[in-house]
């Protein structure tokens, strides 16, 4: 991601691409346990809150930005806060 990296939590590695997918993959195996777009561009890295919470992201939309909250074990969209 655009000046950004990966994140590690509760055995989970963290990551995205500039274009906005956002995927986890288990540490050890390096296999992907989920993938998910968003509609934007990812601007940083992903921030898991805790081993076993959500998974900020911040992302640029436009001409705007927005913070998506992902659950960590299976990427799902809980919650969106424009910026």
């Not at 691409?17 to 390096?30: H, I, K, M, N, P």
């Amino acid at each position: 991601p655009d000046r950004g990296g990966v994140a590690l939590a509760g055995g989970r590695l963290f990551t995205a691409t500039v274009e906005g997918v956002c995927l986890a993959l288990d540490a050890q195996r390096g296999t992907r346990l989920w993938e998910t777009p968003l509609p934007g561009r990812v601007f940083g890295t992903l921030i898991p809150i805790s081993e076993t919470g959500p998974v900020l992201v911040p992302l640029i939309t436009g001409d705007t930005g927005a913070l998506f909250v992902l659950h960590s074990e299976t990427g799902q969209i809980l919650r969106r806060v424009p910026l």
